[in-house]
């Protein structure tokens, strides 16, 4: 076996299995889940629609690079959404369809990082998992930077040692971050393009929550809408994962995408003929509706805003909470210790939610996720308030 498999450390929701071992929740009060980021709104018909309409290409091999249509529809996409150079994003050179960014981010890895010499993986911390899993089993040393409020939860980069930009191959970003939901402004974006230049490393953003903001008006910026601002056409160095499981309610279709850099995508989807993974021909037509529509993503977009709206001020009564910039995650600071907070919740008000520490690690004797919660505000909007409302009771009940 892999010698790197024995450094995998559990996921987060097996830990969160183990300390609810044995719990039984009062049994007359329904169960209602926040722990978990799966979306529950309904998946646009018109997008099911296509798929049904096409169980006759199950009979037919896809090809790895996804058809011409569907690269087409994502790069007008990102083109419009972020502000691209007509043109710039050619859709033979940018863009490889995935099957959802946790496979993308983790092939990723495996294809760019050179474990022949000292590798370091460089992401937020808290952060996604696959981060650190793709790191290691590409050989990879993980660093975590600490993203906390002291930090406006955005790594602080100027912090990080020379020593650790000398061995990057790849900084992960995550914005709107997971769990915090901050959005890195294009300044950063700016700063962190110039240090991948100077010691030649891949930016991956993670982008995955782009679509679910609070104003119309103002949609997070993207890596590669910085490069554009920057006249950097060519996508030097970087690299956005997109998906439609969190835009259109999708989770199951499996769905997004990698772009920028032509030449990292060029030998990333070399990687991928042999990796095994193209996506199914019945997927990639529904996926080509569901990036051509932008609809469904308003109306899904004021339900997260009604659900936010109608929380927040429930939870402050007892609970340091802010609206995030964005995405579906509340991320409030908790009266005793997260694990308690998580144990006790789902025990005395069958209400659940994921302790911070769980997505975070420790370093040097600090964890950022410690006496913290993420809350997914994905259940219906009803389920949203009654938890609200549990959770109130429940930390009126148990502190002084």
């Known amino acids: 076996m892999n010698p790197n498999l024995t450094k995998l450390h559990p996921y987060p929701f097996e830990k969160l299995a183990k300390l609810k071992a044995g719990i039984e929740p009062p049994a007359d009060i329904a169960p209602i889940s926040l722990g978990i980021g799966e979306p529950k709104h309904p998946s646009p018909e018109f997008v099911k629609q296509v798929v049904a309409d ?22 007008d996409w990102a083109t419009a959404r972020f502000q691209l150079p007509e043109g710039s994003m050619d859709p033979a050179q940018h863009v490889v369809p995935v099957n959802g960014t946790r496979e993308a981010i983790f092939s990723l890895v495996q294809a760019v990082v050179d474990s022949g010499r000292p ?3 460089v992401s937020p911390n808290p952060f996604y998992q696959i981060y650190e899993g793709a790191a290691l089993l590409a050989g990879a040393t993980p660093v975590y930077l ?16 020379e020593s650790v930009w000398q061995e990057c191959q790849v900084l992960f970003l995550c914005s709107p971050g997971n769990p915090s939901g901050a959005v890195i402004p294009r300044d950063t974006l700016i700063k962190v393009i110039e240090l991948a230049d100077r010691y030649d490393f891949i930016v991956a953003s993670d982008e995955c929550y782009s679509e679910l903001y609070p104003d119309e008006a103002q949609p997070p910026e993207g890596l590669l809408q910085t490069c554009a601002a920057m006249g950097r056409h060519d996508f030097a160095r970087c690299i956005v994962f ?5 835009r ?7 769905s997004g995408f990698v772009a920028g850099d032509a030449k990292v995508i060029e030998d990333y989807l070399k990687y991928r003929t042999y990796h095994g993974c193209a996506m199914p021909i019945q997927n990639q037509l529904a ?9 469904h993503v308003r109306e899904n977009r004021a339900a997260y805003r009604a659900k936010f709206e109608a929380v927040v001020p429930i939870l402050r009564e007892v609970m340091d909470v802010e609206f995030p910039d964005a995405g579906f995650y509340l991320w409030p600071t908790t009266p005793m210790d997260d694990e308690t907070f998580a144990r006790d919740l789902s025990a005395q008000q069958n209400v659940h939610v994921l302790p911070g520490r769980y997505l975070s690690r420790t370093v040097d004797g600090v964890n950022p996720g410690e006496n ?10 009803e389920e949203c308030v009654e938890a609200a409302h549990r959770i109130v009771e429940f930390v009126k009940a148990n502190t002084p």
């Open 119 to 121: 590798a370091t993986v």
């Open 372 to 381: 913290r919660v993420r809350m997914a505000l994905v259940a219906p909007l």
């Open 242 to 246: 997109h998906s439609l499981s969190k």
């Open 146 to 161: 600490p993203c906390d409020g002291s930090n406006g939860f955005i790594p602080d980069f100027d912090a990080v040692p």
């Open 248 to 254: 259109s309610n999708l989770p199951g279709l499996r």
């Open 54 to 75: 096409s169980l006759d290409k199950l009979a037919n091999y896809p090809t790895t690079k996804g058809t011409d249509e569907l690269r087409q529809a994502i790069s």
């Open 287 to 295: 996926s080509i509706a569901a990036w051509r529509d932008e609809d």
